[in-house]
């Protein structure tokens, strides 16, 4: 007597369950199929329950006719009915323990998250009339087999009825029809090859309806997309279904999909230290993280050059380190036995369209971190609307990431370090270097065409832009600094790569200027690193060039550079050889800009005398070159040394003078930063109202330009004026505010700042920076 499902013993089950599934497949109840076959309702529950021996061959046919069957599943329905009599055909057994996964894996490390998520999405199974259908999703080596048979393994007891499993080959050429693998499935649940349906929906409706009351785990892995997917899903609401795929599956509703990542650098060393050894891995740690870097923490790389290790215990893990270094050869190193990174990478890109690999291969010109769709339009010279269409088709296939939208409204994308490597191949492989240059240029002009218009609307005096020049800079409205502000939020650091990387390719007259203007923006945003890489790199260019004006230029950027890094010394050396080449070339601007850098130095120094002594030498330059905006910048810095010397008045006028002249030519930032001085000092010479009004103007432009840090300092001097005039509460409020602003911005001396000040209030005591607040961010 077979064995049925559950270990429960049927004479005959077989053909009951075949039965039970036809039945419950067309939503027929027992009563209701009786009434359509002319048997009793007596009889065919016998039938389902195997308590009949020998069901007769008229109650087969019967049975068949009210059930509506094919003639494929006429012929299983049969076969099944001669396996209960003995007949030749042979019974259509479900297996009791079919199993059809990989072998779990030993060393399976992380994922705890998605783990997790997974296995609480397939305990739903039996709550779910349709079913479950889970899904992961990813690049080629991210782990999403490891991860679907892992989780497969754990979640095994709760389908004890089985569980299939095929790989799709969904991202090669030749990737499995359904109509094979409904064979391969139905084969395996006992269906006789003879009695196998010859069309799709004759398999799908019999693979169904065998799978309909019981509770089964069906792994569908490396699936090429939903249309493969679709006909292998099974019915019932005992069954799930987990998908692996590159592909996205959004018409998989309601499918829960995973977009699984690399792995945390933690936890890629300790995949390493599985495969390769603890013990050499803890005894080389620095080695080991750096070839966890090195292999952008995709779990498939790191197996690889575990495996390697392994194979190789003679080996110092810094060895294979130094070797994975050449970026020309890593993926070459990326290969032990039948794996291989390039490999998976190369199905993912031979599965895209020539316009995608193309826009896929170019990206490799760049080095930028990310990028959002206006620079693959650059790069290929198509409107903005068909690179974003393409950029999102690359997403879809895993050969690009997707970060989401940035400060400036941008979605954003990055290939990931490995996948580049494997781009700069194609690119040698499939374009001219004439074509190579072109886009790289291309593309490089617009970037930094955009970067010089938004940091035009930092400064004082807007530069010219070359006439022809496309903008990438979003579309402002209002017309305000806002876009510029967000959009250099977004790409700095992006800028400051290129800008190394024009240098290197002999492109510099394309960042020469943008490395000057840059400070400003570098300035504000506290952008220290980028500041110090781009200015480097231009200087050394400069000086081998023998540009001396560029070296004054960009000696100046560094001076203000080591004044807001607060190396002082440095600041007050690089200023005064910037002044002294100026003079040399004759350049009166210049010579006034590094003589304001200069004074400014001495500001901080406490060196007001000489402080005071270079802004008249700059006023007094800026006069004789009759330019009213450098003007007003040195006007805005000497008011803090003339507030520092006692002389309010003096520095009241001043201020008042420079923040007109910034109005008249529509610098919003400047006008901003003189309205927060302005308030400051009003509230120190107790005009409180006239300070709050100035302040809350300073706080109503940070806001709008969406700066944490401008707005923490301006909230800060609201709650200072608050306090003065007694408004404790309202203090409170106003300091709370910036202290979240500042505590957003990752600014802790502010933090510390504003502490002291609340400390100051609950102790009902005056703030210890009364009389001298902070100014502003700048």
Known sequence: ???????KAYGGGDFGQLLAGFRSGRGFSQDELADRSGM???????????????????????????????????????????GLRGGADGPARVPVALSQLPPDIDDFTGRQGPLEVLRAQLACHRREPAGVVAGVVGKAGVGKTALAVHVAHLVRPDFPDGQLYVNLRGAEAQALAPAEVLGRFLRALGVAGGCLPE???????????????RRVLV????????????????????????????????????????????????????LLGKIAGNGRVAAEP????????????????????GARLAAKPHWQIQRLAARLGAHHRRLDELTVGDLEVRAGFALSYRGVGEVERRAFRLLGLLEVPDFAPW???????????????????????????????????????????????FAREQLAAEETPTARRAALERTLQIYFTTAHAAVGKL????????????????????GRLAGSYKWLAAEHTGLAVSLDQVWREGLGRLGQELTQLLADFFEVHACWDEWERTHRVALRAARLAGDRHAEASLLRGVGDLRRCQGRLPEAAAHFTQSNVIFRELHDIAGEADSMTGLARTYRRQGRLAEAAACFERALELCRRLADADREAKAMLFFAKVRRQQGQPADALALLRRCREIFRQVDSGGYVAYADLMIGILCRELGEHERAADHLQQALEFAQTL?????????????????????????????????????EQAGDRRGVSRVRLVLAGIGENAAPPCQGRAPACPR
């Not at 966890?292 to 790389?301: F, V």
């Not at 997403?395 to 970060?403: E, F, G, K, P, Y």
């Not at 903008?471 to 409205?477: E, K, M």
């Not at 800060?716 to 509460?729: E, H, I, V, W, Y």
Request: charged share 20%.
């Open 706 to 742: 969406g700066d944490p840090r401008w707005e923490a300092y301006a909230f800060l001097n609201l709650g200072l004026t608050a306090q003065a005039r007694g408004s404790q509460d309202e203090a409170r409020h106003q300091l709370g505010q910036s202290q979240a602003m500042f």
């Open 1 to 7: 007597m077979p064995q049925g499902v559950n270990g």
């Open 286 to 305: 620095e080695a080991a993280a750096h070839i966890a870097a090195l292999c952008g923490y995709l779990p498939l790389a790191l197996r690889i050059v």
């Open 459 to 478: 400064r004082l005096r807007p530069p010219e832009l070359p006439a022809g020049v496309p903008s990438a800079i979003p579309r402002d409205p209002a």
């Open 40 to 82: 009793s309702v007596r009889g065919i529950r016998g039938l389902e329950r195997g308590q009949v021996g020998q069901p007769r061959w008229a109650s087969v046919s019967l049975l068949a006719d009210a059930l509506g069957l094919s003639e494929a599943e006429r012929a299983v329905f049969r076969a099944a009915a001669a």
């Open 199 to 213: 069309d799709v929906e004759s398999r799908v409706g019999l693979y169904r309806s065998l799978l309909a009351d």
């Open 375 to 421: 620079m693959l339009s650059a790069l290929l010279d198509v409107p903005a609307g068909e690179a974003e269409e393409i950029a999102e088709r690359l997403a879809d296939a895993q050969l690009l990431d997707v970060l989401g939208e940035d400060a400036a409204g941008q979605i954003r994308y990055r290939c990931h370090d490995l996948l580049r490597l």
């Open 219 to 270: 792994v569908l892995d490396n699936a090429a997309g939903e249309a493969q997917v679709r006909p292998l899903l099974p019915a019932g609401a005992g069954n799930a279904v987990l998908v692996t795929s590159r592909a996205r599956l959004a018409g998989l509703t309601p499918a829960q999909v995973i977009d699984l990542g690399v792995l945390p650098a933690r936890q890629a060393v300790e």
